[in-house]
């Protein structure tokens, strides 16, 4: 693996200041292996084809097609750089861990310039390592904004969470908006006050530091702002689009929920970006998180090669493939002008997370452990009694964020249980030991039909394992009974031992 990746480096190098004088230096054709989410398969076939049909260079793209999805592409890769696909999809998220894997080529400066103008900024962001791209953006659709029966809620207050409550005070109805149990919901408040959760890596992989500040004058802020909504007899801590049908009168969530709403609130749909607080006197749009798709070239041996795939890339990446994907599938295109479409613009949905989008903050490598500690930042502001409580709260949220960086070999290496287990609700480990070469066992647990729980390493979500292996579904425990919980990581199995 490390012949190979110095050979990749080596053929990077030569990209980065190689230029082909014409188009006939790409000409030939080139067995490309392609990993796609199954439901673009065969779209991403005719793409190919067409590309082969227009591309004036005289390349011709062999393609084996492979369904791989977006998680589990990043996965694959970094696994075995040499056996994966030659281009790829992935979640943004996955973007750091590509990087110092050595599975992405970067962009040579004129297709990264010219793929930065015709893309959203955030995304654009999202690909970028330093100052350099490595990635071309595919689509822009994963992030939050509100839903609203306008029954119950008036047009002229969808800009104010202070008029928001109270509406849905007057009318009885919930306001949801999971602020207690997930901290990509949470966040939103800090981010709309200026505040940063930015994490550093070392070439492994490792955190190694974050630059954080929502405990600071801007996070009490935030946490003002957050209490109004926490405080209210009628807020629901959800962002399921079924809480329409459980008497909420607004819901907090995505273009996935789409179809479903529009099938239960019909021409009393409302739709549109988060609203603003205030605090003394003054106004701040909430924030949010906001995740991408982007598509990933490996490094080739073969330099010209290598031109060729980058090619494809920013043809499959271009204006017309990402408007055939979202006429298709309705996925939310990255590129600028196919926003501005008369067909897109005319999606509610994607029309309010792009006039979100300005106020949104791309999700980068987040350390695992970060999901559980800022998901309680709720809970600790609504116990809040005072601004000192506050403080506390934000203080809380501090010293557990610099404990990360001071756990032991032994405590980031050690497993544990986690889930909905005898009343908890996925914020305790149940701890785990090593009872035979890789295989992990838990105490014996009074364990429920219908709780799930998941097996992780180092109290954080980098590494676990569920029903179907890494980074699996949730097991769901199928009858009541006392059991231990054993994992086989070489297998990637978990086990119930009944007691």
Not at 15 to 43: K, R
Not at 336 to 345: N, P
């Amino acid at each position: 693996m490390k012949k190979f990746l110095s050979v990749l480096l080596a053929a990077m190098m030569v990209l980065s200041v190689c230029s082909f004088a014409g188009a006939s230096s790409l000409a030939g054709t080139y067995d490309v292996t392609i990993w796609v989410a199954n439901e673009i398969v065969d779209l991403t076939k005719q793409q190919v084809e067409a590309f082969n049909a227009s591309n004036d260079a005289g390349i011709v793209i062999n393609a084996t097609i492979e369904p791989v999805s977006e998680a589990d592409a990043a996965t694959n890769m970094i696994t075995d750089v040499a056996a994966g696909g030659d281009i790829y999809c992935f979640a943004q998220d996955q973007f750091s861990r590509l990087v110092q894997a050595g599975a992405l080529a970067k962009l040579g400066k004129a297709a990264a310039e010219e793929v930065s103008a015709a893309n959203d900024a955030g995304v654009v962001g999202a690909a970028k390592s330093g100052d350099e791209l490595y990635a071309y953006p595919m689509t822009a659709d994963n992030g939050y904004f509100m839903y609203y029966d306008k029954r119950y809620i008036p047009d002229e207050d969808v800009d104010s969470l202070e008029k928001l409550i109270a509406d849905c005070e007057a009318a009885q109805k919930y306001f949801a908006f999971e602020m207690n149990t997930s901290a990509w919901y949470a966040a939103s408040f800090f981010f709309g006050t200026g505040c940063v959760s930015e994490w550093k890596t070392d070439d492994a992989g490792k955190f190694i530091s974050v630059h954080d500040t929502f405990n600071s004058p801007a996070g009490l802020i935030a946490a003002k702002g957050m209490k109004k909504l926490v405080d209210s007899p009628f807020h629901l801590n959800s962002s399921s689009q079924d809480s329409f049908a459980s008497n909420a009168a607004i819901v907090v969530t995505g273009t996935w929920a789409y179809t479903d709403i529009e099938k239960m609130l019909g021409e009393n749909m409302g739709v549109t970006d988060l609203p603003s607080f205030e605090v003394d006197g003054q106004q701040y749009h909430l924030g949010s998180f906001n995740g991408c798709k982007l598509m990933g070239v490996k490094p080739q041996e073969d330099a010209v090669k290598a031109a060729a795939l980058h090619r494809l890339a920013r043809y499959l990446t271009g204006e017309e493939c990402q408007m055939q994907r979202f006429e298709a599938r309705a996925w939310g295109p990255a590129n600028l002008a196919a926003q501005q479409s008369e067909k897109v613009q005319a999606n509610p949905g994607l029309a309010a997370l792009y006039k979100q989008s300005p106020y949104s903050l791309p999700q980068g490598q987040i350390h695992g452990s970060w999901w559980d500690i800022a998901k309680v930042i709720a809970d600790d502001v609504k116990a809040a009694t005072d601004e000192a409580g506050l403080q506390q709260a934000l203080q809380n949220y501090e010293d557990k964020m610099a404990a990360l960086f001071t756990m032991s070999e032994e405590e980031m290496n050690a497993w544990g249980v986690i889930g909905s287990i005898g009343g908890t609700m996925w914020d305790k480990d149940f701890p785990m030991t090593e009872v035979a070469t890789d295989v992990f066992e838990s105490e014996a647990l009074e364990l429920h039909a219908g709780e799930e729980f998941k097996c992780r390493q180092g109290a954080s979500w980098d590494v676990n394992y569920g029903s179907d292996g890494l980074n699996g579904a949730n097991v769901k425990v199928e009858a009541d009974g006392t059991y231990k919980v054993q994992l086989n990581v070489a297998e990637g199995t978990i086990t119930l031992i009944a007691q």
